[in-house]
């Protein structure tokens, strides 16, 4: 997989994509990541890569030059990429599409900045326009950084074999359950007596009763589109006994 992430800002990709598991991906050659910096395709002599908004208003505007024809010298190789505008105003990014994602061969993000881009980007050259989340960032920077990560654990080979296969859970949109380590009383909080007992099979039902439940109460509009099995009820049905139990104890719940 090829990332080419166009940006007014290189120096933001330095540190998050070299390090962890995007940085192992990298040196591995499982994923490449290319910045380049939009401000190179401003042929003028001040290399202006913003204007002020056509109809007045605050702020400037990303003018379409500079990008499309940093997307043109992109284009002239192959395969194609992908063209992304990162965007408050794109579809809302999640697993579905970072799988959707992760088996194209290259993927082009244009990070924007200031008030937006000149609308003629995403309508002529970008064939995708994902937002992050309801809120707006300064630039598409951070966004971007945030795909290329959740892109890459997808590759094949990214991650080893116990991780990936954590990492279905949400596919199924259930959250996951509770974690614990040593020590098994940490400041007077004990680790769920269930996972000290090597019953493999109750350990099973209770960690999936307490990810229905926190799905349940934590992501309702999750839980919403979920279809239960008989048995995943009934699992739901004793977390939610248990959780009513511990309450009473000053357990701050699920
Ligand atoms: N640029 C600014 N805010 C953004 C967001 N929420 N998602 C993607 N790109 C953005």
């Not at 040196?27 to 401000?39: A, D, F, G, T, Y």
């Not at 970008?126 to 960032?137: F, H, K, P, T």
């Not at 996951?176 to 380590?181: A, D, I, L, S």
Request: charged share 25%; hydrophobic share 40%; glycine share 10%.
């Amino acid at each position: 997989m090829i990332f080419e992430i166009l940006t007014l800002f290189p120096g933001m990709f330095i540190g998050p994509l070299n390090e962890s598991i995007v940085g192992k991906a990298r040196e591995r050659s499982l994923v490449h990541v290319r910045v380049h910096n939009i401000r190179d395709y401003a042929f003028d002599r001040h290399q202006v890569t913003d204007d002020r908004p056509f109809g007045g208003g605050e702020g400037m505007v990303m003018k379409p030059e500079p990008i499309v024809r940093a997307l043109e010298g992109l284009q002239r190789e192959f395969p194609a990429p992908h063209v992304v505008l990162m965007s408050p105003q794109g579809r809302l990014f999640n697993q579905r599409i970072a799988r959707e994602l992760s088996r194209l061969p290259r993927v082009a993000l244009i990070c924007g900045r200031y008030e937006g881009v000149d609308e003629r980007v995403g309508m002529y050259y970008a064939q995708d326009e994902i937002s992050i989340g309801d809120y707006v960032l300064t630039g598409g920077e951070l966004a971007a950084m945030v795909l290329v990560d959740a892109v890459t654990r997808l590759i094949p080979g990214v991650l080893g074999n116990a991780e990936s296969a954590s990492m279905e859970s949400f596919s199924e949109s259930v959250l996951e359950y509770p974690q614990y380590t040593r020590p098994q009383v940490f400041e007077g909080h004990a680790v769920p007596e269930i996972l000290l007992s090597g019953h493999h099979e109750a350990i099973r039902r209770w960690r999936r009763g307490q990810a229905l439940l926190r799905t349940k109460v934590r992501r309702p509009d999750l839980f919403d589109r979920f279809e239960p099995t008989a048995e995943d009820l009934q699992l739901l049905r004793e977390a939610e006994e248990e959780d009513e139990r511990i309450r009473g104890s000053g357990y701050p719940g699920c």
